[in-house]
Structure formats: structure tokens, C-alpha cells
């Protein structure tokens, strides 16, 4: 089964508190929050203080990805203000199995991300600590590009190292995701689909994660 993470970059922020309630009520399974500091990736984005002021609006499970520089230096900080999962990248830290061992000092769940140009081998050692890995389907950075086909080839990797390493392990996608292919990263091993657009367009969230859930078949 796919479970669905919707990205509130792409949310009404006039009205973010309803559109997270209507998530919690439409079968989205996750949150998705997308934290960029403008460095190690060219945007600047939500906050702590977001993070922290949506967080009595649902118990549905907060997948923070930061996209930012040496992110060690503030996994308990987010831990605080209520995440759940915490992704990671692979090329924003130097020390990373460090940085995941902590994220789980804290009872939380540890993701790793990679970039659609970093090769699934460099995590290989990693598949049996995280609890997620994160396959980047677009470059980090901004909401509504285009899927990048080869990614394919990177889910079903990561799918076959689970395999081996880690039977329970989380694999999601992240960029370009709508009902057009959904289906196609759920068939190459993803089981978490992240989506901005697709499930915040024309304001019919509900429609829209039936609609994509729907196109799994």
C-alpha cells in the first residue's frame, strides 16, 4: 500500500491551519515539511516556528526534510518542535551515520535523501539503520518541476538493498509526483509518494489524494 505525504509548500499559507486539518480528514498519511535554508539548496522555506504553530492541528505523523547545511546542528530542535521523521541528506552532512544515530537518540525515525545525481551505493552501509530513505525525484529545491525518469532505476536499488538489509524500510519519493505516475514509483519499490501540487491544486484536497491513491489501481 502507498502511503502519501503531502507537501504543504504548495498549501494555501493564508489559510494553513484549515488545509492542514482537511489533509488529517481526506487519508493523507503523512505530513511532508520542507525546510530549506537557502544554502544547500537556492530557496529559503519553513521554519521551526511553522513547525511548531501547525503542530496542534493534526496527529498525523510530521516527515520534516531539511535541506540545509550540516543539519545536525538542530535535529533536537525540530525534534521539540514536533516532527516525527527526520530526513537528512546524504550530501549535506559530513558525519551522517553520527547524524542519523542521533535522530534516533531522540525515539524518532531517521531518513536519509539523495539527490538524483548521488548513486544509491554511498548509502548502501546505511539501509539497515534508517528507517526511511528518501529518493529525490526532481533537484532539491523547488515545488513544480518535472519527474526525472531515471530516478526508476534508483527505487528499485534502494528496493532490492531492503531486501537484503532492512525488510521494513520506508521508501519514498520526493518531486514531480502526480496521478500521471504515481503508479510507476509505486511498481519500481517506492512505498511513500510525496506531492505538492497534485494534492493542493484547485484548493479539492480531498479529490485530489483520492485521485492519486485511486491511480495506483
Keep these: ?16 491551519g484549515e488545509e492542514i486539518k482537511a489533509l ?5 498519511d503523512f505530513i511532508h515539511i520542507d525546510v530549506m535554508d537557502g544554502m544547500f539548496v537556492p530557496n529559503i522555506s519553513l521554519g521551526l516556528p511553522v513547525i511548531k504553530s501547525i503542530r496542534p492541528y493534526t496527529n498525523l505523523p ?7 547545511e550540516e543539519p545536525s546542528r ?26 542519523l544515530n542521533y535522530i534516533k537518540s531522540f525515539g524518532k525515525k531517521a531518513a536519509i535523501a539523495l539527490n538524483p545525481g548521488t548513486p544509491v551505493c554511498n548509502i548502501k552501509d546505511l539501509i539497515g ?18 519527474f526525472i525518469d531515471y530516478t526508476l532505476d534508483k527505487i528499485k536499488e534502494v528496493k532490492e538493498l531492503s531486501k537484503e538489509f532492512n525488510k521494513d524500510l ?25 506531492a505538492g501540487s497534485a494534492v493542493f491544486k484547485d484548493g479539492k ?3 485530489n489524494i483520492k485521485l492519486l491513491k485511486g491511480s495506483i489501481g
Design 1 to 16: 500500500m502507498m502511503k502519501l505525504s503531502p507537501s504543504i509548500l504548495s498549501a494555501d499559507f493564508s489559510k494553513l
Design 24 to 28: 488529517d480528514k481526506s487519508g493523507a
Design 62 to 68: 510530521f516527515d520534516v526534510h531539511l535541506m540545509i
Design 74 to 99: 538542530y535535529i533536537e530542535e525540530f525534534v521539540n518542535a514536533g516532527a516525527d521523521i527526520i530526513t537528512v541528506h546524504y550530501e549535506a552532512d559530513k558525519h551522517i551515520d553520527r547524524t
Design 129 to 146: 539503520l534508517v528507517d526511511m530513505v528518501v529518493i529525490m525525484t526532481v533537484n532539491p529545491g523547488y515545488g513544480g518541476q518535472k
Design 170 to 194: 520506508l521508501i519514498e519519493v520526493d518531486g514531480g509526483i502526480a496521478s500521471n505516475n504515481i503508479k510507476k514509483v509505486f511498481e519500481a519499490g517506492s512505498n511513500v509518494a510525496v
Design 205 to 207: 484536497i480531498e479529490e
